[in-house]
């Protein structure tokens, strides 16, 4: 049995999937970071992979990628870690995109020994740009899936005070091309997250917060090697989105993900992660190829 959270923390008990089952089992420990206590789970040994949430984003969620980017078979070692901060909690200046960045930030510094190529879904997209731009020296390279920073509808444009359960199932099932691939639960525990009036009012936030931190003007300060993996199905931040970044962005490659919607990880984990290790090893070639021109020299 393949365990899921509630907003309590206790576990669940779910069916595994053949997935599930070739999965290797993560570690999961807890960091307190700037006051906050940030779930992480690690697995694998290699290059540094960081996982990065959206809003209702869990590290489970990621976990149907791990069958493809760790194990013997994977021509190039990955370390996966996906950080799972508590974002429905935050309060006060740290509930903002910058506060999100900043206990990132703290995180990659204390866990990760080198640059890591940080790979980050809605949000998390737009807080690995947001360290991209701020901390260079951390990021290796950046993979973005429905990143926002640019445009993004936000769940605060009609969210409602108490979030009924037929109100989340339809913003849930907005987020994919083929609700049928949505995780047994979703819903449920995404209502559940949501029945806190402060969990209500974190998320209006940080939604609002995200529209206001628009990084157009900032794109171009981004060194690192970026993969755009973007579902051309995506309703939540359209293709043309996607195109802006790719246009935007110095050293930017952009590859679609067919009948995918917003969340690539969850509905085409397979594709998603074929893109993630061509992508890491471009970035390895180069590093191989940068160490020889400097032996040379």
Same mark, same amino acid.
């Given at each position: 049995?393949? =365990? ?31 006051? /906050?206590?940030?779930?992480?789970? #690690? ?14 984003? /869990? ?9 493809? !980017?760790?194990?013997? %078979? ?9 950080? %799972?901060?508590?974002? !429905?909690?935050?309060?006060? +200046? ?13 995180? /990659? %510094?204390? !866990? ?47 969210? %409602?005070?108490? +979030? ?16 049928? #691939? ?10 559940? =997250? ?10 209006? #936030? !940080? ?16 060194? =690192? ?13 359209? +293709? ?58």
């Amino acid at each position: 049995m393949a =365990a899921q959270r509630t907003r309590e923390g206790a576990a669940v008990q779910q069916p595994e999937t053949e997935a599930t089952q070739r999965v290797p089992k993560a570690l999961a420990h807890h960091h307190r970071v700037t006051g /906050l206590d940030v779930r992480v789970d #690690r697995v694998g040994e290699g290059q540094p992979l960081v996982f990065l949430n959206g809003l209702l984003g /869990l590290n489970e969620h990621w976990f149907g990628c791990l069958r493809y !980017l760790v194990g013997p %078979e994977v021509r190039c070692g990955n370390e996966c870690l996906f950080f %799972e901060a508590p974002l !429905l909690q935050m309060r006060g +200046p740290g509930c903002s995109v910058e506060g999100v960045t900043n206990l990132t930030t703290s995180l /990659l %510094e204390t !866990l990760v020994d080198g640059p890591a190529v940080l790979i980050g879904n809605s949000l998390g997209g737009h807080v690995a740009l947001k360290i991209a731009i701020e901390r260079p020296e951390l990021v290796r390279g950046l993979v973005l899936m429905g990143s926002s920073g640019l445009y993004e509808r936000t769940f605060d444009k009609d969210v %409602e005070r108490n +979030p009924s359960r037929e109100w989340m199932e339809r913003k849930i099932e907005g987020l994919f091309h083929n609700p049928e #691939r949505m995780f047994p639960g979703m819903v449920d525990m995404a209502h559940e =997250a949501l029945s806190r009036r402060t969990a209500v009012r974190s998320l209006v #936030r !940080l939604g609002k917060s995200a529209k206001r931190d628009h990084l157009g003007e900032q794109l171009h300060k981004v060194n =690192a090697p970026v993969l755009l993996a973007w579902g051309k199905e995506d309703a939540v931040t359209p +293709p043309d989105v996607a195109e802006q970044f790719a246009a935007q962005l110095p050293n930017a490659q952009l590859r679609w993900i067919d009948q995918c919607g917003h969340a690539p990880q969850i509905e085409c984990p397979e594709i998603l992660c074929r893109y993630v290790r061509e992508f890491c090893f471009e970035l390895s070639h180069i590093a191989s190829g940068a160490d020889g021109q400097a032996g040379v020299a």
